[in-house]
């Protein structure tokens, strides 16, 4: 008999592919999935394949939580509050972060993993930082309240996935976003030298199914990234091509950080994408690709153009 699975957030960007990875995996015996709304997911699969259950039920509801969690093994928490007022944020990523892993243990589960994110640990320059050495100081509702849920998580013994940034098919914030800040420009933004680190949403996935099943998986955060970090000139780039599919050939010369910054000065989230965009993130975890049975994928050049037709088609003419 395999793993008992419950899976949170199986609707969304990251989850959907945790959920997909799961269901063909031969160490899962039973996949669950917690979702607010019935989602159209087959109850069985091909032979050797692991029954799928959906259960109803909410972060903000414990009592749904406990009979959730009822009989599971394994916990893999992608779901979070991302934006919106402080009191959902807190409501979701904090409290109800709370009483899932609290959930999951009185069930007995013996592996808990949370999807998290290196936006816990606030603003750069992050120059190959690793785990244990960075503070944590979270500079948005959203990430100080993803930090307190994090806590939770290590508190109980469980794992913690940071990613940094996160591209690929189904991604409606991060390039999207750039695309929108680079469409608010006269001509390309000349973002200097900064580096970032990015990973693949497929990788992404594939290495939190990892943490859930490897032997090797140790408790506590790990950054999750492709190990070889991307120039913003390469970011860049690829948000220019997507602008030039969607609004045509770009006008003006190239515009520096402190130009851009001038132009945007009304529009403080811009600023704050800015910002993010000329200083130093990126990070390094030998442990992850090592221990977590997981390969990294390609680098961001090929990896993004696996996925550039989806966000053309997302992203339209403008």
């Not at 008999?1 to 039973?30: C, D, K, N, P, Q």
């Not at 500079?139 to 469980?158: I, K, Q």
């Not at 990070?283 to 996925?307: I, K, M, Y």
């Given at each position: 008999m395999g793993l008992r699975i419950l899976i949170t957030g199986a609707s969304g960007f990251i989850g959907g592919r945790v959920t997909a990875a799961a269901m063909t995996t031969a160490e899962a015996g039973h996949v669950r999935l917690l979702a607010r709304r019935p989602l159209d997911v087959p109850a069985t699969g091909p032979q050797g394949t692991p029954a799928v259950e959906t259960v109803r039920g909410d972060l903000r509801d414990p009592d749904s939580l406990r009979r959730a969690c009822e009989g599971v093994?394994?916990?893999?928490?992608?779901?979070?509050?991302?934006?919106?007022?402080?009191?959902?944020?807190?409501?979701?990523?904090?409290?109800?972060?709370?009483?899932?892993?609290?959930?999951?243990?009185?069930?007995?589960?013996?592996?808990?993993?949370?999807?998290?994110?290196?936006s816990v640990h606030g603003r750069g320059p992050f120059r190959a930082a690793a785990p244990g050495t960075l503070p944590i100081a979270p500079a948005s509702a959203t990430s100080r309240t993803r930090a307190a849920g994090e806590r939770h998580v290590t508190e109980a013994g469980g794992t913690v996935l940071r990613p940094h940034l996160v591209y690929g098919a189904g991604d409606r914030q991060m390039v999207p976003g750039l695309v929108r800040l680079l469409g608010a420009?006269?001509?390309?933004?000349?973002?200097?030298?900064?580096?970032?680190?990015?990973?693949?949403?497929?990788?992404?996935?594939?290495?939190?199914?990892?943490?859930?099943?490897?032997?090797?998986?140790?408790?506590?955060?790990?950054?999750?990234?492709?190990?070889?970090?991307?120039?913003?000139?390469?970011?860049?780039?690829?948000?220019?091509?997507?602008?030039?599919?969607?609004?045509?050939?770009?006008?003006?010369?190239?515009?520096?950080?402190?130009e851009a910054r001038a132009l945007l000065a009304a529009h403080p989230f811009a600023l704050h994408h800015l910002d993010m965009l000329a200083t130093d993130h990126w990070f390094a975890d030998d442990r992850t690709w090592r221990d977590l049975g997981r390969d990294p994928g390609p680098a961001?050049?090929?990896?993004?153009?696996?996925?550039?037709?989806?966000y053309r088609s997302f992203l339209g003419p403008s």
């Amino acid at each position: 008999m395999g793993l008992r699975i419950l899976i949170t957030g199986a609707s969304g960007f990251i989850g959907g592919r945790v959920t997909a990875a799961a269901m063909t995996t031969a160490e899962a015996g039973h996949v669950r999935l917690l979702a607010r709304r019935p989602l159209d997911v087959p109850a069985t699969g091909p032979q050797g394949t692991p029954a799928v259950e959906t259960v109803r039920g909410d972060l903000r509801d414990p009592d749904s939580l406990r009979r959730a969690c009822e009989g599971v093994d394994v916990l893999i928490h992608c779901a979070s509050a991302i934006g919106g007022d402080e009191e959902t944020a807190r409501a979701v990523n904090d409290e109800g972060t709370r009483a899932l892993v609290d959930a999951a243990v009185r069930a007995g589960a013996g592996r808990i993993v949370a999807l998290g994110t290196a936006s816990v640990h606030g603003r750069g320059p992050f120059r190959a930082a690793a785990p244990g050495t960075l503070p944590i100081a979270p500079a948005s509702a959203t990430s100080r309240t993803r930090a307190a849920g994090e806590r939770h998580v290590t508190e109980a013994g469980g794992t913690v996935l940071r990613p940094h940034l996160v591209y690929g098919a189904g991604d409606r914030q991060m390039v999207p976003g750039l695309v929108r800040l680079l469409g608010a420009l006269p001509g390309p933004l000349d973002g200097g030298t900064s580096r970032h680190s990015l990973i693949d949403a497929d990788s992404l996935a594939g290495v939190l199914l990892g943490a859930a099943l490897s032997p090797r998986t140790q408790a506590g955060p790990y950054h999750v990234d492709h190990p070889e970090p991307v120039p913003v000139a390469d970011l860049l780039a690829a948000g220019e091509e997507l602008l030039a599919h969607r609004a045509g050939p770009r006008r003006g010369p190239a515009v520096d950080i402190a130009e851009a910054r001038a132009l945007l000065a009304a529009h403080p989230f811009a600023l704050h994408h800015l910002d993010m965009l000329a200083t130093d993130h990126w990070f390094a975890d030998d442990r992850t690709w090592r221990d977590l049975g997981r390969d990294p994928g390609p680098a961001f050049t090929e990896g993004f153009a696996r996925h550039a037709e989806w966000y053309r088609s997302f992203l339209g003419p403008s």
